[in-house]
């Protein structure tokens, strides 16, 4: 007779399985090195002439060459490459002189806090709109979120900011321009309040700083809700098609001959289903998010990531556009292994 | 006096090309007794199980000039009653457990649900009585399989679970609809035991709908036969072999008997009038 | 007609020409009832028809300044959509950069599928060792964010409307090569594969004659979905100043050049992006109505 595997074996495959990732993640990682590598190397930007200058003695150049590594055999650049990244050295800005990953750490924690309230509007906007479009399918209700969605898809993001700067800041007032505080609170915020985690939002919530928290929070409603809408634009969608092939499983016919009212039907039994594979959404709604974030921080003038990469861009410091590449290609690989380790705890036909 | 009574049943699903009639006008009594749904696929009588919990989705519509079940017209009943009904008082028992249970769900969960949401039942309370359940289907180790998840049962485990589950609250009427179609031949054998005996023991109405002629033959009352969504012929389970209807007849004859002759088995002859309105 | 329609409708088609063109009548019939799918299909043909016809849509020459009409608003005769701010027709600039939109979606159109089908299909055909490369350089790609990738490649090749191209259609393959493989693994151990193979076939017609065309279906549908987010990346790079360089018309770059005068001018960057919508939506329209059709597991009917 079949019946449960026990435990222990159960979670050594799981760990098993965990392993498998990594290891798909460090091959995944490394060809992310080769490529940004590969683009370092084909730049016309002569390294070595951006940091001797132009006036510099061929003996002065070749020692800086040396310096760089650039006499080393390719292969062997490369292996240098991997381990300084690796070791968090992603070189260092030809604009500030500074260490990249150091400047990113800065810019990062603002990325972030767009990116997860602009998912955390889309979720909650965008589940129930796919539920309620998947159980009335053909309805109005259905058109409209339909439509809405595909509005969504359409909208080249850096536009909707501006008309959305020019609606609701310019004209309206409603919410708080560009940046992400007012210039005053921004002084407050840098000379008397501990920064714990460098999301303004909790930061200040932190220190009680509610007037500051406000600010904040008309800063980033706009930016964060295009950015919710675009978000909602894709869950909603793909809520409705895993809904409806959740509705036509015979499992719901089961929940219904007990009786169970239709909300527990849909929102525990095929809910649980359909978390199942929307969990995979959400991760890669979010990894879209920090790079749709690009051009929605240009618009907004928001300090973070994208807003690094395109300064970085405009003046020619390519290892600063490479590292900014690499951490975002770090974090979107990153977002898919946790998205797969977490469908395997939702799911427990994945984990045996 | 009869525990269920339809008159003139009709499903109807919208289709792109037109509307397509799955069944057209069925009748039927039913007491306390066992009565069997024959007929090929197609031939409406899953259906005809599913219109009498009224568990028909759109595009598909149920009409029917009388369905009455305990004194109850279902077809006036609101959705509400009718939730009612369904957990309580007709259960169904649906032909592949892989399918019919939910997959995320532990079967400890799906088996106390009904009991927890609706009778309002402690955890404690609820796991005894699904305990007692699964026992009662002759599951020996019933604390294991409550704590699994459906895919680590056998098809003939997850059928056993799918009674327990329709069984604990005592309903009047199961419909059991291919019940055994989908398991092993060494199985089925147990299983329909199980819910032979299961049936019997508490005195309840049963649908048992199925393709197989014999063994609707030997472990129900009555028997319809259906085809292309009516009724072709209706009768007493023992006088089977004895049908008159040609279709009935047609099926018998494409069964193979041991000790028969080796020649083909004959294919359906579907020429006569009955086959073609 | 009718008898034109009869041979379109026969269920039992004398040819596999006539099955397969009765086939995409059937498809079109169907397509003819979603009207979500007919508007974006009818934006796409204006498109099309603006772009073949610029000269005559637009009414001044795309080009041309007059810094007497600078910064006109809507509904000043002879500018409806109004002027930029070297008293450029808004109106026209938009009709002659669809030409601009047009090259650079078929561009990507015509290069990314065709790279992502061959690495799919050779992948799926051969298996074993060559499908776990092929597929793992495939993962690498797709594990990068699309845009900043694109962003990167353009950084190192310069700006400009092909490199543009070039960015977006390296970045843009992955996933059909997905969907190739998916679809030749399904084809691949059929029979009338082996019976091509029994007849002496080798492995580069048997992909190029029998795999491939099998895939065809499943790529063109994803274009036609994915044609939406090529034209909002390469507006998105335009309006970085990483595609398109002035003066052309292209909208992206146009919405940059209104930026300026968001506040007070707002005509000049509301414009273009409208434009950007509007075809971007005809696209989502129709590659979703054509996905509904073609593709039944995620019909929504």
Known sequence: MTTTQNTPARSLAFLRQIAGGLTTLAITLLGLLLVTFFIGRVVPIDPVLSIVGERATAAQYEAARVALGLDQPLWKQFGIYVLDAVQGDLGTSIRTGAPIIGEIARYFPATLELATLGTIIGVIVGVPAGVLAATRPGSLADQVVRLVGLMGYSMPVFWLGLIGLLVFYGHLDWVGGPGRLDPVYEMMLEFSMTQYTGAILIDTALNGAWEVFANALSHIVLPAGILGYVSMAYISRMTRSFMMNELGQEYITTARVKGMPEWRVIWVHAMKNVMVPLITVIALSYAYLLEGSVLTETIFAWPGLGSYITDALFTADMPAVLGGTIVVGVVFVTLNMASDILYRLVDPRART | MSLLEVENLRVTFSTETGPVEAVRGVSFQLGRERLGIVGESGSGKTMTGRAVLRLIRPPGKIQTDRMIFDGQDLSKASERDMRALRGRRIAMVMQDPKYSLNPVMRVGDQLTEGL???????????????????????????????????????????????????????????????????????????????????????????????????????FCDRVLVMYKGRVVEELVARDLMAAQHPYTRGLLNCLPRIGGSRAPLPGLDRTGTWAND | MTRMTQWLTDPNPTSRHQARIGQVWLAWIRLRRNPL????????????????????????????????????????????????????????????????????????????????????????????????????????????????????????????????????????????????????????????????????????????????????????IRVTLDMAGVILIAAGLGFLGLGAQPPLPEWGLMI??????????????????????????????????LRDVLDPRSAAR
């Open chain 3, 256 to 289: 940059s050049s209104g930026r300026k005068f968001l506040f007070e001018q707002w005509w000049v960057a509301t414009m273009p992006g409208l434009a950007i919508f509007i075809v971007s939506l005809g696209f989502n329209l129709l590659g979703d109505g």
């Open chain 2, 116 to 218: 927890r949401q609706r009778d309002r039942l402690g955890a404690a309370e609820a796991r005894k009585k699904a305990l007692a359940a699964l026992e009662a289907v002759q599951i020996r180790d019933p604390e294991r399989v409550m704590d699994a998840y459906p895919h680590e049962l056998s098809g003939g485990m997850g059928q056993r679970v799918m009674i327990a589950m329709m069984l604990i609250p005592e309903p009047d009427l199961l419909i059991a609809d291919e019940p055994t179609s989908a398991l092993d031949v060494t199985v089925q054998a147990e299983v329909l035991s199980i819910l032979d005996g299961l049936v019997r023991e508490r005195g309840m109405g049963l649908i048992f709908i199925s393709h197989d002629l014999r063994l609707v033959a030997r």
């Open chain 3, 37 to 220: 799918a007919i508007t974006g299909l009818t934006i796409i043909l204006i498109l099309f028809a603006m772009a073949a016809f610029a000269p005559l849509f637009a009414t001044q020459d795309p080009t041309t300044q007059d810094l007497t009409q600078r910064l006109l608003p809507p509904g000043t005769r002879g500018h409806w959509l109004g002027t930029d701010d070297f008293g450029r027709d808004i109106w026209s600039r938009i009709v002659h950069g669809a030409r601009i939109t047009l090259y650079i979606v078929a561009l990507v159109a015509l290069t990314a599928p065709a790279l992502g089908l061959l690495i799919g299909t050779v992948a799926g055909y051969f298996g074993g060792l060559v499908d776990t490369t092929l597929m793992r350089i495939t993962d690498i790609f797709l594990a990068f964010p699309r845009l900043i990738l694109a962003l990167a490649l353009v950084a190192v090749l310069g700006p400009g409307i092909f490199n543009a191209v070039l960015a977006i259609a390296l970045t843009a393959w992955p996933p059909y090569a997905r969907v190739a493989r998916a679809e030749t693994l399904t084809v691949r151990s059929s029979d009338y594969i082996a019976a091509v193979r029994l007849q002496g076939a080798g492995s580069a017609r048997i992909i190029w004659g029998h795999v491939m065309p099998m895939c065809l279906p499943s790529v063109i």
